[in-house]
């Protein structure tokens, strides 16, 4: 079963891996098994954690780095999904499977997967470990894929400003934790310094993440809702999954939703309620990704704190649609923020 129900979900490859990882997670694309033509490796593995492939934001920007890396280097990659209620445990024996099997690199998509890549690979030195949203791990073979979400919330929050009317914007995040805190700490800032007097109104969705924070559209859209009835006509939500009630929410109002991690405007799931969709804040979890794979067929893995910014073009706004992209003013403001995020003048915090 999956833990949670869809807006939409993009059809996905239905063949298992081998038992072993069946019994600690479901395998939302296949490998088939044999040699690539990159020295005879299968590839990338993802360990996805809870929302899966379909939230039309984080997981699924890991999962377009993979397919990347499989059109690129001929790879057989896999992901595979988590179960209900699982374990530290269960997420290590789901990693180390996957290195058994060949796969390398193998990445935790989500600061989740922390103290399960730090045990699977200290098991396995020769294989390449990804961490996506953790710096903790001090380990010669895992790379820490982390960046500063809160430049990219900071504009958000211009962005915000610069659109309200009633002078209330929204920020929910899905889980009260430091991660979700940074795009917090951004959006706040971003509005503040760009016009006085605009009231941000902040709610968390859960304390922790397995009462759904990340996974759940309902409580996103319930969220949204009260946020809009207390006079919010911008809402920004870094939640995952949970965003697209958010989105639901803001469409169903005709205000506008801000969203998060990919081009939400772009997705098709979302397709119906794109045209409320201002922009979102997007991270390259996708390039990320495909970067440690690059580096591992290069022979040269990453390893260490891989952070992506502003400046890097690791994080950033989306200009898809053509309200948000053909507004001058905003983008003006948008241009000054930009610059003095990346020349150090202005210093956007993270809590």
């Not at 595979?80 to 789901?94: I, L």
């Not at 979400?149 to 929204?170: D, I």
């Amino acid at each position: 079963m999956r833990r949670v129900s869809r807006i939409a979900v993009a059809g996905v490859a239905t063949a298992a891996l081998a038992v072993t990882v069946s019994a600690c997670g479901k395998s939302s694309s296949e490998s088939a098994g044999g040699s690539s033509s990159s020295g005879g490796k299968l590839g990338l593995a993802l360990a996805y954690d809870v929302g899966g492939k379909g939230d039309q934001s984080f997981n699924d920007a890991a999962t377009a780095g993979m397919e990347q890396a499989d059109q690129k280097f001929g790879y057989k990659s896999t992901a595979v999904e988590p179960q209900d209620g699982e374990s530290d445990a269960d997420k290590v024996q789901r990693l180390e499977t996957l290195a058994k099997q060949g796969y390398n690199p193998v990445v935790g998509v989500g600061f989740a997967y922390a103290p399960a890549v730090k045990e699977a690979a200290a098991k396995f030195p020769k294989t390449t470990f990804g961490i996506v949203d953790d710096n903790t791990i001090k380990a010669a073979n895992v790379a820490d894929l982390v960046f500063h979400e809160e430049e990219a919330s900071y504009l958000a929050g211009v962005a915000a400003a610069k659109t309200t009317k009633s002078n209330t914007v929204g920020f929910i995040g899905g889980v009260d934790v430091p991660l979700i805190h940074k795009f917090e700490a951004g959006f706040k800032q971003g509005v503040a310094d760009t016009k006085k007097g605009v009231t941000v109104k902040s709610q968390y969705l859960t304390e922790t993440a397995a009462e759904g924070g990340f996974s759940s559209p309902d409580k996103g859209e319930n969220a949204a809702n009260g946020q809009i009835d207390a006079g919010a006509d911008v809402v920004y939500a870094a939640a995952g999954l949970s965003g697209q009630g958010v989105i639901k929410a803001a469409a169903a109002h005709k205000i506008w939703a801000i969203g998060v991690d990919s081009d939400q405007y772009q997705q098709d799931a979302l397709a119906k309620y794109k045209n409320s969709i201002l922009t979102s804040a997007m991270k390259d979890v996708a390039g990320a990704v495909f970067n440690l794979a690059q580096s591992v067929e290069d022979g040269k893995p990453q390893s260490g704190e891989v952070r992506a910014s502003l400046a890097t073009g690791g994080v950033s706004l989306a200009h898809s649609n053509p309200v948000f992209k053909g507004n001058a003013d905003l983008q003006a403001a948008l241009k000054k923020a930009e610059e003095g995020i990346k020349n150090g003048t202005i210093k956007v915090k993270t809590s």
